[in-house]
């Protein structure tokens, strides 16, 4: 195992990208990182980051903040969980531990939103705790130099790779090693079409040796996505339109949208028609001016199918709560969901 360290660390100091939180040891913004990476890739998340960091340059002043503030700012991100549990942990940080961020694995790990691997990151390179920070780049390394066929998203194959990872960590500088077993997972053992010829550790690599790289690292099937359509209708009023807030356990919490008419399937434009915008007074009439054509918009569970229906009402046709009334031109100062902002795009409204 000592020689398989040596290369993995040797490989690193070579080949190791030049990212900007590598630059620093300061806790938060490792956390700031970790979780912005933790559904979004690195050339998307740098500039994220960057934005994030300047706006919110402490633990203090994202604590300070509004989560409307926030979710603006994380807008283009997705997964905006991540984004409300930053801002409840930073203000647990703020309030109840004056700012000083936790210092080892078990305590990170109590922070909102913060996972395993995510706890052991900020540990190990922070802190220089010993703490082995597994994410899907390291299990596939582990799987594949090792030979290991247990799936790596079940109980068994986390515990199993965690294990193995604790093993290989070394007593002197985790955060380095921790570092050089992700990259090494990201550029040179990547999930497809990986350059095994001219891996440093081919020789002993059990997956190559025995030509089972496409079958490892072995993983549950993932359940079906569900497919959803939404209709949303861009309400225009004197240079005024309607938006509301996301509430409940549903997708995009407390980010802002156009009215919504969900249905169970794909409507042609005469059936689009025929919908009634959600709390519009009975009797009401409206002039449709436009309806896009659907866009589709993938998460992790679920397909959206999104419409954007432009109509024109007159004042006895005022949409009643939950919506509430803004001008046109301040839609861009409300945190909406990307799929929306892409609507607006794609119509020539922003």
């Not at 190791?16 to 979004?40: A, C, G, M, N």
């Not at 991540?82 to 990170?108: T, V």
């Not at 081919?202 to 496409?214: G, L, P, T, W, Y």
Request: aromatic content about 12%.
């Amino acid at each position: 195992m000592n020689g398989f360290t040596t290369i993995i660390h040797r490989w690193y100091s070579n080949n190791k990208r030049d990212l900007p939180w590598r630059e620093t040891t300061d806790p938060y913004k490792i956390w700031i990182s970790e979780v912005i990476l933790q559904q979004t890739r690195i050339d998307q998340g740098i500039p994220y980051y960057h934005k994030f960091i300047e706006i919110f340059p402490d633990v203090h002043q994202l604590a300070q903040a509004s989560e409307d503030e926030v979710l603006k700012n994380w807008q283009g991100l997705g997964y905006y969980t991540r984004a409300r549990n930053l801002h409840s942990a930073a203000r647990y940080i703020s309030k109840e531990l004056n700012g000083e961020f936790p210092r080892c694995y078990d305590q990170i790990l109590q922070l909102k939103g913060v996972g395993p691997y995510t706890a052991a990151a900020i540990a190990s390179i922070a802190f220089d705790h010993p703490s082995p920070a597994v994410d899907g780049n390291v299990c596939r390394l582990l799987a594949r130099y090792f030979g290991i066929s247990t799936p790596v998203t079940s109980e068994k194959g986390k515990k199993e790779f965690r294990k193995l990872a604790a093993e290989l960590l070394p007593d002197n500088n985790p955060g380095l090693h921790n570092q050089a077993m992700m990259e090494f997972g990201a550029l040179q053992c990547t999930p497809q079409k990986p350059d095994c010829p001219h891996c440093p550790l081919a020789k002993s690599c059990m997956a190559f040796s025995n030509q089972m790289v496409r079958e490892l690292p072995v993983k549950i099937k993932k359940r079906k996505q569900r497919k959803r359509y939404f209709h949303y209708y861009f309400i225009k009023n004197q240079n005024y339109t309607w938006l509301e807030k996301r509430s409940g356990k549903d997708i995009w919490k407390n980010l802002y949208q156009f009215p919504l008419v969900e249905t169970e399937k794909e409507l042609s434009e005469e059936a689009v028609l025929s919908l009634k915008p959600p709390s519009f007074p009975i009797g009401c009439k409206s002039n449709v001016r436009q309806i896009s054509a659907y866009r589709k918009h993938i998460l992790s569970h679920q397909i959206i199918f999104a419409r954007l229906i432009v109509i024109e009402i007159n004042n006895n046709c005022l949409p009643e709560t939950p919506f509430f009334r803004i001008p046109e031109n301040e839609i861009s100062a409300f945190a909406l969901p990307r799929l929306i902002e892409k609507l607006l795009t794609k119509n020539g409204d922003v």
